[in-house]
């Protein structure tokens, strides 16, 4: 149930909402009815432009909440710099970043992974009987995934402020979902990962609002062949080789990580034509040694990401 504005009366010196019933729940259609809500805040925490009222029922917690919903205008500062970085979202790494600065960094998404064996098994465990504990674990998952989507939008953010990034290309959607044939991709396999295309979705926009906080434009490009085409000579063949999560190309004679290849074509926006400057040529010079070693980021629930290190085993 959502109250609009024209039912919600708010007293912002008390601390009071004051809402109106519906006629349908009242005496009298046009009798004055009212439903007077009292809130606290956390210290500094101040109510103001109040656009809606949401009753919501918390199954985990079996009650009943009012969601106070307000529009907070934020100045959105310049950008950090002109850099352009470049997002390819998957399923085998949730997210690869490529960086200007010839970097790569690499999200493996390992706890979507671990939720996504841990839950479903849980959940079907749980007989009829013990449909609210079915409930519960389901409201526990996707609060963790929503926190995860958090923290991965958050972490990239904080990289692209630090590269002087100005605008994040993602690849659009479409791609995520279909292949190049408009056949939705062989989600089979990795079905249990509940990584849907609305997981993406859901993520883009979480990171969008995060990237524009930080006066940073997300872009959503297209991704078409650029899972196929060699970021460093452009050369685009349906033979080039991906093998466990290595692009090879043979012009270049080297093998990148394949998600980073990706990343780098939609950094590049290898479709938009007038785009020519920076489309990969062929005979390119540039390194492509950070193409074959992204920087590899773990989530860890207490401490957020952290660079995967080498474990180094030193007996003497
Ligand atoms: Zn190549």
Not at 96 to 121: H, I, M, W
Not at 207 to 220: D, P, S
Not at 275 to 289: I, M, V
């Amino acid at each position: 149930m959502t109250w609009k504005q024209n039912g919600i009366r708010h007293d912002t010196k008390n601390n009071r909402v004051r809402l109106s019933k519906g006629a349908n729940h009242k005496e009298h259609p046009r009798a004055w009815e009212y439903i007077l809500v009292e809130y606290e805040t956390r210290p500094g925490v101040e109510v103001e432009n109040l656009q809606q009222v949401r009753a919501v029922y918390d199954q985990a917690k079996e009650r009943w909440e009012l969601h106070l919903v307000c529009k907070d205008e934020i100045e959105t500062p310049d950008a950090p710099g002109n850099e352009t970085a470049g997002i390819d979202l998957g399923i085998s790494n949730f997210a690869a970043v490529a960086y200007s600065t010839e970097d790569a960094d690499l999200y493996p998404g390992n706890r979507l992974k671990q939720d996504g064996y841990y839950f479903p098994k849980e959940i079907a465990k749980c007989d009829d009987s013990g449909g609210d504990r079915a409930t519960r674990l389901h409201h526990k998952w996707s609060e963790r995934r929503t926190h995860f989507f958090h923290s991965l939008a958050k972490h990239i953010v904080e990289r692209c402020v630090e590269k002087g990034v100005g605008r994040i290309n993602v690849g659009d959607l479409a791609g995520v979902r279909e292949n190049e044939n408009g056949e939705s991709k062989n989600w089979g396999k990795h079905g249990n990962l509940d990584l849907h295309g609305w997981a993406f979705d859901g993520f883009t926009s979480i990171l969008e609002y995060k990237a524009k906080v930080a006066g940073i434009e997300v872009v959503e490009v297209s991704e078409r062949d650029t899972s196929k085409t060699c970021c460093v000579c452009g050369k685009e063949d349906d033979s080039q080789r991906v093998e466990r999560g290595l692009y090879v190309c043979e012009e270049c004679d080297a093998a990148f990580n394949a998600d980073v290849n990706g990343a780098e074509n939609i950094r590049l926006d290898i479709n938009d034509e007038s785009n020519s400057e920076s489309a990969p040529s062929l005979g390119g010079d540039r390194s492509t040694g950070w193409l074959a070693q992204p920087g590899v980021y773990l989530h860890d629930l207490s401490r957020g990401f952290q660079p995967r290190t080498e474990v180094v085993d030193c007996k003497p």
